[in-house]
């Protein structure tokens, strides 16, 4: 009696050791409307620069070459997180040192790129790194260049994952859990609302939004 | 993925640092520590994983596993394994990044006919 009783205490032990997260980031798929304008630019024109600033992407890298555009790839999040960054404030708080950030990352001329991708960046970096990264991608984007960025909305939760994009059609985005070193998740800092964000763009020429069924709103900037 | 064997690569074992100008007309299996310069025209360079480039390359083809920070200029393919950790820019003909591999830097495709994407 105790061996079988053992075995169904195991066989539930199990089951809740199975349902712990799976080794391999879930991907899955959605429809892009602001990848769809992107694309409609990418296809109309041959040489643009174009740079990623998500998780690198073997796809978008071919995406984008393919097509006969230039990518540069720069992962701002992963670099955001560098603890050589961290310095104290005159309180003794732990804070980000933007400059650094900056000087070490999009470190390109003004007037540079055609389009920037920005994905979901802004709902996952550091308070203080946001608005100092979007003017500084305002400097490096030519006049009439586009940005694509996604925001959280509130019904999104606090605990939505954070995803790398893989473009891989016209309006076609694959979502990949990002996995840091510790195989955790970066966790949502923030959720914008419309005049958050459009605060955070107000040096842009014009925004568009796009809201889908999946607590995220598309913007699209044009510089 | 092992190493290449001996016969077949050169090999720079991970206890050796070289710093300066590496040329040579054989293929460059790196596992140690290398500044300056790499020259390989028409062979291939690969990093091994301790490898540590801090260096410009030229090659036919390049295969990184470990760390290089430097510009890449391969004739036919450039290869990120999923460890590799590679800063710079990269021209080539083909590009095959591994899920799991970091990569900053820009990329321009070339290809075989001459025609370059327009800057």
Partial sequence: MASVADNV?????????????????????????????????????EGLCVLDLGSTSANNINFLTEKGHKNYSEDLLR????????????????????????????????????????????????????????????????????????????DAGPDSPCYRFHITGTDMLEMQEVRLSDKHSPRLQRVFNNRHIENLFRDFASIKFFLARDAIREVLLVR | MDAPKTGEYAHIGKSVVIKGELSGSEDLYVDGQVDGSIELRNN????????IVRASVSAKGVTVQGKLDGKINASDRVEFRKSAIVTGDVVAQRIAIEDGAY?????????ESGKASAS
């Fill in chain 1, 79 to 154: 670099a955001s997180l560098d603890p050589d960054l961290r310095v104290k404030d005159e309180a003794g708080n732990v804070v980000v040192d933007c400059k650094k950030f900056l000087d070490e990352n999009l470190t390109y001329p003004n007037g540079v790129f055609d389009i920037v991708l920005v994905w979901n960046l802004p709902d996952y970096m550091e308070e203080n790194l946001v608005k100092p990264m979007i003017d500084r991608l305002w400097s490096v984007l030519k006049p009439g260049g586009l940005l694509l960025a996604f925001f959280h909305t509130r």
């Fill in chain 2, 103 to 111: 990569f900053q830097g820009k990329v321009d495709i070339q290809k």
């Fill in chain 2, 44 to 51: 291939n360079l690969m990093v091994g994983p301790n490898g």
């Fill in chain 1, 9 to 45: 205490m195991r066989f539930f032990r199990g089951s809740s050791e199975r349902a712990a997260e799976p080794a391999v980031p879930q991907k899955r798929m959605r429809r892009s409307s602001g990848m769809g304008e992107i694309s409609r630019l990418l296809n109309s024109q």
